[in-house]
């Protein structure tokens, strides 16, 4: 599933990369019921990394964070994933995609920004 417009941030990549591979959840009443507290992207990949038994899901939102390890899913941030990148070599830099990342809408305090500026020794 992907929200936002064809224009959006990325949904161009996530649609023609290979190695992304679009599911759909089964379990649509359990989507409905997380529905109360958080939008539908947030429920929808709660619900798959459930089905799929995910080791780690990927989310930037506080409170999904917090419904998907009340129900035992390991979460990581995108931020995090940044740093680690850069300490396996895949990256020279994190600000500059975080600079990107801010450009198109990713909002990080000013706090946690310096923080993860700090963590990555730039």
Avoid: C, H, Q
Wanted: avoid cysteine; hydrophobic fraction near 40%; aromatic fraction near 4%.
């Amino acid at each position: 599933m992907l929200s936002g417009s064809k224009d959006s941030f990325g949904v161009k990549e996530i649609k023609t990369e290979k190695w992304i591979k679009p599911r759909k959840i089964k379990n649509k009443l359990a989507k409905e019921y997380l529905l109360t507290d958080i939008d539908n992207g947030e429920a929808e990949v709660i619900i798959l990394a459930e089905e799929l038994k995910t080791d780690t899901l990927i989310m930037d939102d506080k409170l999904g964070r917090k419904i998907a390890k009340l129900r035992d899913i390991k979460v990581t941030g995108t931020l995090r994933i940044l740093i680690a990148a850069k300490e396996k070599g895949l990256l020279v830099e994190v600000k500059p995609l975080i600079k990107r990342l801010k450009e198109n809408g990713f909002w990080i305090s000013d706090d946690v920004y310096e923080a993860i500026l700090k963590e990555a020794k730039e």
